[in-house]
């Protein structure tokens, strides 16, 4: 079992990827229920939980710097908190392209693709649950495994979205907007293979 001080590092990462799963649900209920003329109301809102998880990672930040022992290198214990970090902000870089593109109306692919990254990101969350056994790390594997396969599964779902496009709009600037847009959610799931990389990293030099 984590020591009370080492446990501050765990639970950050946990802290942090909730803010991922907040931003993720919450842009998967804009995307269900859209309503245009409310766009820079769900922008404030989904920047709360980004400024949020920006205070979690900050905490980390400091912490790191004025601590002697820690359980896992300091390195890689700032690369996870970035990447945990990273999702968040990717997950509100989808809801601006909504905004600049001043986008009217939602394909459904678009609805089930932001039900994929909330997923993701449970994975995510689920399998930082689990950092803390790293030295035991069976379980741990499986998780890491589950996520990549998510994240092949957008991977795969990107370039369907992709392709139907025209099948929605035949306007130019909305169907490049829609291209930019999956390829904005396409990040949000690559952000989360890069938490599972790290993780993955953790395991591999200590066990």
Known sequence: ???????????????????????????????????????????????QFEHQADGVRHEMSVTLAKAFVTPIDREDLAEL???????????????????????????????????????????????????TNFKKPE???????????????????????TMKIREHYTDVLEIVAWREIYDYLEDCADACEHVADSVEAVVMKNT
């Open 1 to 47: 079992m984590a020591s009370k001080s080492d446990r501050f590092y765990y639970e950050n990462f946990i802290s942090s990827a909730e803010y991922a799963c907040k931003a993720s649900e919450y842009l998967s209920e804009c995307v269900k229920e859209y309503h245009p003329e409310n766009i820079r109301e769900m922008l404030d809102t989904m920047h």
């Open 81 to 131: 908190s970035q990447n945990i970090d990273e999702v968040t902000d990717k997950i509100e870089e989808v809801l601006q392209r909504f905004y600049i593109h001043q986008v009217q109306t939602i394909p459904p692919e678009a609805v089930e693709f932001t039900r994929k990254i909330v997923s993701c990101c449970s994975k995510m969350q689920d399998m930082l649950k689990e950092l």
């Open 139 to 161: 379980k741990l594997h499986k998780m890491i495994i589950e996520l990549n396969n998510a994240e092949e599964d957008c991977d795969r779902f990107y370039l369907d979205a």
